[in-house]
């Protein structure tokens, strides 16, 4: 079993700047890819970043430049820092990890609001 649990979350202005975390405990050791997605009110569920077991990071188009994934291994923790928040970053966020075997395990998610 994996757990993740993420904070964080809050309301924010506009140009403002948060920074999500993300522990992971339990089979750690099989987890291999680490993301962070946002889900915004009446939308899908969208990819944010990710990061390899080997440091690859992936981003999406609309948060490059401004949102840095990262982790810590001796802490366990995935981070997201955001900067230059917009309201049309208002959404749930949610960590997810990727085991070896392909099994995908998610946290309960953290609001962040972004007021204009």
């Known amino acids: 079993q994996v757990q993740l649990a993420e904070s964080g979350g809050g309301l924010v202005q506009a140009g403002g700047s948060l920074r999500l975390s993300c522990v992971v405990s339990g089979r750690i050791l099989e987890i291999n890819t680490k993301a962070w997605y946002h889900q915004a009110p009446g939308k899908q569920r969208e990819l944010v970043a990710s990061?390899?077991?080997?440091?690859?990071?992936i981003y999406a188009d609309s948060v490059k430049g401004r949102f840095t994934i990262s982790e810590n291994n001796a802490k366990n923790t995935l981070y997201l820092q955001m900067n230059s928040l917009q309201p049309e970053d208002t959404a749930v966020y949610y960590c997810k990890g990727t085991s070896s075997n392909g099994m995908d395990h998610w946290g309960k998610g953290t609001l962040v609001t972004v007021s204009s």
């Open positions: 990061i390899t077991s080997g440091g690859s990071r």
